[in-house]
């Protein structure tokens, strides 16, 4: 057999209703196809349990929507659906990330200032759900990868005096434009981070200052045309920390 049996013949076969020609075309069918032969089984096993469950009702009238086939039907509508549902939810994943900016959009320019930082930094630091971009290999890396992105901003903080060394960075896309974070950890594994991002079509600009909210800290400033925060928990002396190296760098 060289073309593929039509639904109607195989919801006949499985209902018994296929004779001569056209079931042996069907079981040919079958037999060079195991995997459509397992589903048909099912099927043939559905029907078999159905008819077993009705026995004795031929009194009642028909009902279309115990029609084996129609009962069948449904169950593949309903599995495109979700096979569909599942395609539309990795196309919206898949559309979080903008012309190679890496992780997911950040709000929050328009809200508490520098909310996207701190949402930075939890993605980051304390849910793990987004990988660094970059790992410098020797000094100098890290600041090289930020100048590529922000020609003009200012130079990373040095916090090594502190015990915290940069590991990594990455990139985000904000409702404001590209941002950028690296990440800063000691050997304890405390983390501060540096963030930086454009102002936005509105140009909002920061005064120095600082805010806490949920645990963490963001000791932010602008200068150079950018926006900046120092973000780290509220705890401990990483606020001391990071309150130094915005008084560096503004």
Not at 40 to 50: E, G, T
Not at 214 to 231: D, E, H, K, P
Request: aromatic share 8%.
């Amino acid at each position: 057999m060289t073309t593929t049996p039509s639904e109607h013949d195989i919801h006949a076969y499985v209902d018994g209703r296929l004779e001569g020609e056209r079931r042996a075309a069907v079981e040919l069918y079958l037999a060079r196809h195991p995997e459509r032969a397992s589903e048909v089984q099912a099927w043939q096993r559905d029907a078999h349990r159905l008819r077993t469950a009705i026995g004795g009702t031929q009194t009642l009238p028909d009902n279309g929507a115990l029609n084996p086939w129609a009962i069948r039907r449904r169950r593949r509508q309903r599995r495109l659906q979700r096979v569909a549902f599942a395609a539309a939810a990795m196309l919206c994943l898949g559309l979080g990330g903008f012309g190679g900016w890496q992780a997911r959009g950040l709000r929050g320019a328009g809200t508490a200032p520098m909310a996207d930082a701190m949402q930075a930094y939890r993605l980051v630091a304390m849910d793990h759900a987004a990988r660094l971009d970059v790992v410098p290999q020797r000094d100098g890396d890290m600041q090289t990868w930020l100048d590529a992105h922000f020609a003009h901003a200012a130079r990373l903080p040095d916090l090594s005096g502190a015990g915290f060394h940069a590991v990594g960075g990455r990139l985000f896309a904000t409702d404001q434009g590209p941002a950028a974070m690296v990440f800063y950890q000691d050997a304890a594994g405390h983390a501060i981070s540096f963030y930086v991002r454009p102002p936005g079509p509105r140009n909002h600009l920061l005064p120095s200052g600082q805010r806490a909210d949920g645990g963490l800290v963001a000791q932010y400033w602008s200068g150079q045309g950018y926006n900046y925060a120092m973000v780290s928990r509220d705890d401990g002396v990483d606020p001391q920390v990071a309150a130094h190296a915005r008084q560096q760098s503004i």
